[in-house]
């Protein structure tokens, strides 16, 4: 619930609508399990392949919401795709980096 509660509260605090506003999720949209898959079937997956994926879809979106949730030892700190997509967004002029908690 901290990610719906947190998305909800951010759109209010925003002014934005939330039944209009949309949020992509990397790990719904993009399968990152799939190396672990595909290595167990003896096939390479090539770093540059995920790279391309994160890289042009947070540019193409221009704004990346970093939750910090549960704020004492947050998961998306822990998490690798989610610690490039910052570093993605800090090395780009136009995209904007907003982190939040719970509230």
Same mark, same amino acid.
């Given at each position: ?18 039944l209009r506003t949309y949020f992509w999720i990397?790990?719904?949209? /993009? %399968?990152?399990? #799939?190396? =672990? ?19 042009? #879809?947070? #540019?193409? /979106? =221009?704004?990346v919401l970093a939750l910090m949730a549960p ?7 822990? #998490? ?10 800090? %090395? ?12």
């Open positions: 619930t901290d990610i719906v509660t947190s998305l909800v509260h951010h759109c209010q605090n925003w002014g934005r609508e939330e990397c790990c719904f949209c /993009i %399968n990152q399990h #799939r190396v =672990k898959e595909a290595q167990a079937l003896g096939i390479n997956v090539p770093f540059e392949e995920f790279r391309e994926a994160f890289e042009v #879809r947070v #540019r193409g /979106i =221009k704004h704020w004492d030892q947050p998961v998306y700190v822990s #998490r690798v795709w989610c610690v490039f997509e910052v570093f993605t967004a800090v %090395n780009d002029a136009e995209c904007e980096l907003t982190v939040i908690l719970p509230p």
